[in-house]
């Protein structure tokens, strides 16, 4: 599909992308770009089999490249456009895998002056806890879903063509506008993962929280685990969508204190149509994987 | 251990408890008691052989049981002492499940005028998101906490029996002061819930629905499992321990408040101090049960 991949960051996400396109004949060489300190990680990579070379200078690891894909965290994205800026070819095609799609595009806006039309934006919804280009699997995207978030200057072909890249590593793909996009998932990944960390910033200020995590079962095992997510990254989506995140947060608020007045007034009535909605909102939201899953399973 | 133990409520923990006690050899013969409408469920246990027997005549069900095990939502507890009082032996030894102590010890002086020695409050931190005789199994106890929350008057032999016939079945045996023990599954289990159904309530009732649950990854999957628990079971939990409950409701509305007053002022630093300090306490909290992992698998 492609000759020359760059990616311009290599951990987790870079690194599996790698390992994937590798895996399934995506592109003939496939080369790393960071900063003076990625030097050891790239080299890792490089170690690994995961990327051919890397080069820490841009206009040499995006020479000849058909392909360039950013997988910076979405807070350096604005500084990489800035880089790529005097190099920018009209032959290549560049795509990104930030979680938020206004605040990147915003960022090609302020620096190019308009969206240029060979970026395409792009977004898998995948991840982990765990970060670095040793974590990296070459079937992270498998089953999982990837939103193209197209502008009205976006380039037809350009989008078909990283759908099929994504398709090809086992993605399901679909397209939205950014600010859908970011609203979506203000509310699935974001919204949880500051109430995560705000839940479990609580209970370890605690006085009891030796017992605390002691007699914790797994059900707040599971709640928490993306509380151990990685914090510089988690600050770096919060701040690129906090348009979104905001009012969800305040949203988020008003409920919790409607379910204290109605524990407190013993609202038994009010407070049992809370949970069972609750219930039943998740079942649909079960029944919804469930059948992709299926879908997946029969393509 | 017992000739004749009694289980009041046959669901997921009554009738856990009754093939781990069968599987151990520590009772003879299990019968259970339920109401008039629980006689299908009862049935059922019967015929998939969880139990030996039952009775909807409670003085049948208990007569020379040398041990009774109140395994109903908690707050059916009292009910169950009204009905037990005029048939309570001191030659057998009560004891409970309930996931909050402090509202069944008080139960029970509300009922009795003090708090029968032979009583032996206990709560199994186990269970799961499905419910009813059919989801019970043999191990559902095997390496979890089972807390025993004695008051001043409680008889230490049977203390002693109730902790021998949990670790009997696996579990990891400590005691505790019921306030106490309130306290902390207030903060591990009551809060999480509430949490998780409040914010599922919320996505639920959203416009764009449909694209959360579409688009929500694994993560989602895993804090909001809570939401799919007993709507029924909750509010009686909720309620039992709103004392304890409500407090916490209001700090970690203040802490989502600080939140988002930082995101919304872009206070990086102090973002990042609250995502970090998260993350540690959740290795404190994972360390914690890698060791009592490690330690169950020793003995």
């Known amino acids: 599909m492609f000759n020359k991949l760059c990616i311009i960051g290599v951990g987790l996400i870079g690194g599996s992308i790698a390992k994937a396109a590798r895996q399934q004949g995506l592109a003939k060489t496939i080369v790393g770009f960071g900063r003076a300190q990625d030097e050891e990680n790239l080299r890792t990579a490089q170690q690994l089999g995961v990327i051919d070379g890397y080069s820490l200078d841009l206009a040499t690891a995006v020479a000849q490249a058909d392909c360039v894909l950013i997988a910076t965290p979405v807070g350096s994205v604005q500084?990489?456009?800035?880089?790529?800026?005097?190099?920018?070819?009209a032959e290549t095609l560049y795509t990104d895998v930030g979680s938020t799609k206004v605040s990147v595009i915003a960022a090609a806006q302020t620096v190019f002056g308009y969206v240029p039309s060979n970026f395409i934006p792009a977004h898998p919804i995948a991840g982990a806890e765990r970060s670095g280009v040793e974590a990296s699997v070459d079937d992270l995207f498998m089953d999982k879903r990837l939103i193209i978030t197209p502008v009205a200057d976006t380039d037809a072909q350009g989008v078909l063509k990283i759908t099929a890249f994504w398709q090809a590593m086992g993605a399901i793909v679909s397209e939205m506008e950014a600010h859908h996009h970011d609203t979506v998932l203000a509310a699935t990944s974001h919204l949880p993962h500051l109430l995560a960390f705000a839940l479990v910033d609580l209970l370890g200020r605690k006085d009891e929280q030796v017992d605390i995590f002691k007699y914790a079962a797994g059900g707040f095992k599971d709640f928490t685990r993306i509380a151990s997510s990685d914090p510089?990254?988690?600050?770096?989506?919060?701040?690129?969508?906090?348009?979104?995140?905001?009012?969800?947060?305040?949203q988020l608020r008003a409920e919790l204190e409607k379910v204290e007045r109605l524990l407190a007034e013993e609202q038994t009535e009010a407070l049992f149509a809370i949970f069972s909605h609750a219930k039943k909102a998740?079942?649909?939201?079960?029944e919804c994987h469930n059948t992709l899953a299926e879908k997946a399973s029969l393509l």
């Not at 500084?79 to 005097?86: E, N, S, T, V």
């Not at 990254?233 to 701040?239: E, P, R």
């Open 282 to 286: 998740r079942q649909r939201f079960l």
């Open 79 to 89: 500084a990489i456009f800035k880089q790529l800026h005097p190099l920018w070819s």
């Open 232 to 250: 510089t990254m988690w600050l770096d989506i919060s701040l690129a969508n906090k348009q979104a995140i905001i009012p969800l947060l305040a």
